[in-house]
């Protein structure tokens, strides 16, 4: 009977893991992978910001049937659900899904900017199993170059009220990076809204006329009903 029973197994193997193709594809990309360097500065020294790690990684990732995918979606609270995917040719998948912390200071589109970018490199790096270059954590503020000046504020446009006063070159920059992290859904829906909201015509272009004081507060105001579209 013992005699049967190996031979059995043997003739009858048990089926490997559906993660299997991904587990070997991930095993190979480690071997290869370089380390991952401090490119960008903060007010605490240089760390590996997101744009490195990316650029580090997906080559690496590709040449292993591997990409990563980064979206958001709802929560029962307020704030969205980061979710990372690490996806193989196979068909096979590793999931991840992040509550998403982001800072209540006044600018509610920096915290919001400044929680993706900083999320979404430690989940990225929490995925592929690796670790960056970086000397402390904590501060959203870490994901911005701080080598840069900072800029001086526009001056007050005299006779123009506080809402059309225009944007400076920093908080323009800000609201069109933010918009950009919209997902094609997303985008489709806040550039109607945006539309609607300001008496634009439906073919107009949005960003060009994001340049006032009253288009960065409906922003800060409306962005978020269009972060999980």
Request: aromatic share 6%.
């Amino acid at each position: 009977m013992p005699t049967d029973v190996s031979l059995s197994k043997m003739n009858n193997p048990a089926p490997s893991s559906p993660l299997q193709p991904l587990i070997e594809a991930l095993v190979k990309f480690h071997k290869t992978v370089p380390a991952i360097n401090k490119t960008a500065s903060a007010q605490y020294g240089k760390f590996a910001d997101l744009e490195t790690v990316l650029s580090t990684v997906t080559p690496h990732l590709i040449n292993n049937g591997l990409v990563i995918s980064q979206v958001f979606e709802p929560s029962e609270g307020l704030e969205p659900i980061l979710v990372t995917k690490l996806l193989h040719i196979s068909g096979a998948e590793l999931i991840s899904r992040l509550p998403m912390v982001i800072g209540k200071g006044r600018n509610a589109l920096h915290d919001f900017g400044g929680s993706c970018t900083y999320l979404k490199r430690y989940a990225l790096l929490a995925m592929l199993g690796l670790t960056a270059d970086m000397d402390m954590d904590g501060d959203f503020a870490d994901d911005q170059p701080a080598a840069k000046p900072t800029a001086k504020p526009v001056a007050k446009v005299e006779g123009v009220s506080n809402n059309d006063q225009p944007l400076s070159e920093n908080d323009r920059n800000l609201c069109l990076g933010l918009i950009k992290e919209l997902t094609p859904e997303g985008l489709e829906s806040f550039c109607a809204a945006f539309r609607r909201s300001f008496g634009l015509s439906e073919t107009a272009k949005v960003a060009p006329c994001i340049v006032s004081v009253k288009h960065q507060d409906w922003m800060n105001a409306n962005l978020k009903n269009h972060v999980n579209v």
